[in-house]
């Protein structure tokens, strides 16, 4: 399943991991490794935040996902089903079945 990693850095140990060097070697590992099919980093409500959208075949999965994160950084991991338009129209008829 598609899933969007909402990863959120705490200010602190962003500060410490962007001054010591670690932060752009984690991230560039990571990425390296989890091989998520789109990544993008930003700002939200004054942390620093990354999406990174992955497939996970099974909810097993999950900890080799998110507990790198929760490590390096302390951050909070949020990890949210989503869809492409291709998934989207596959699934409107089934639901349009539903209301009907």
């Known amino acids: 399943m598609r899933m969007m990693l909402k990863i959120t850095v705490p200010t602190v140990e962003g500060n410490k991991a ?15 490794e989890l091989k ?3 990544a993008y980093f930003t700002a939200d409500k004054g ?6 959208f992955v ?3 099974d909810s097993s ?3 080799y996902y998110g507990e790198r994160f929760f490590l390096a950084f302390n951050a909070a991991v949020e990890f949210v089903p989503v ?17 009907g």
Do not use: C, V, W
């Open 47 to 52: 942390q620093r935040t990354a999406y990174l």
């Open 83 to 99: 869809m492409n338009a291709e998934e989207l129209q596959k699934g409107l008829p089934r639901a349009l079945a539903g209301i």
């Open 61 to 63: 999965e999950m900890p």
């Open 18 to 32: 962007l001054k010591d060097g670690s932060m752009g070697k984690f991230i560039e590992h990571s990425l390296s």
């Open 36 to 38: 998520p099919e789109a």
């Open 55 to 57: 497939d996970i075949k």
